[in-house]
């Protein structure tokens, strides 16, 4: 690692970097809405929710999709810097909104937030409700 000001950076061209930011990107195409400013530069909004959370979906997305191992996916550190440096225009809106472009997501989202889920041990089974305040 080099340090780069004040901050600890890695190699900025690491494949786990190019990996994060070929996510932001697609993020920006397929789930954020594009809201023009004040002076006209388009900025991308996603919905409110947990940083921590929205990360495990990049994990998830890094895993399931492209089939990475642990070593291959950004650190969290890595992937705010990726996003904060590479990506300033994709921001998280300060309320949260459902209407967005990624419909089926969407909707995954309701059945998971109404379905119950059950885990079964020695002990006896436990219930889980993946939404419940």
Request: charged share 35%.
């Amino acid at each position: 690692m080099t340090n780069r000001g004040s901050v600890e950076h890695d190699d900025f061209e690491s494949v786990p970097r190019m990996h994060a930011s070929a996510w932001f990107s697609s993020e920006k195409e397929t789930r954020a809405e594009e809201q023009p400013n004040e002076i006209g530069v388009g900025v991308y909004q996603i919905d409110k929710m947990e940083l921590k959370d929205y990360y495990h979906e990049f994990r998830l997305d890094m895993a399931d999709l492209l089939s990475l191992q642990e070593d291959e996916i950004a650190s969290y550190n890595v992937w705010k810097q990726v996003w904060d440096r590479d990506h300033p225009d994709l921001v998280m809106r300060v309320h949260k909104n459902v209407d967005h472009k990624d419909k089926v997501r969407t909707e995954l989202e309701i059945v998971k937030c109404k379905s119950e889920f059950y885990f079964l041990s020695s002990s006896g089974s436990r219930k889980f409700t993946p939404c419940a305040n």
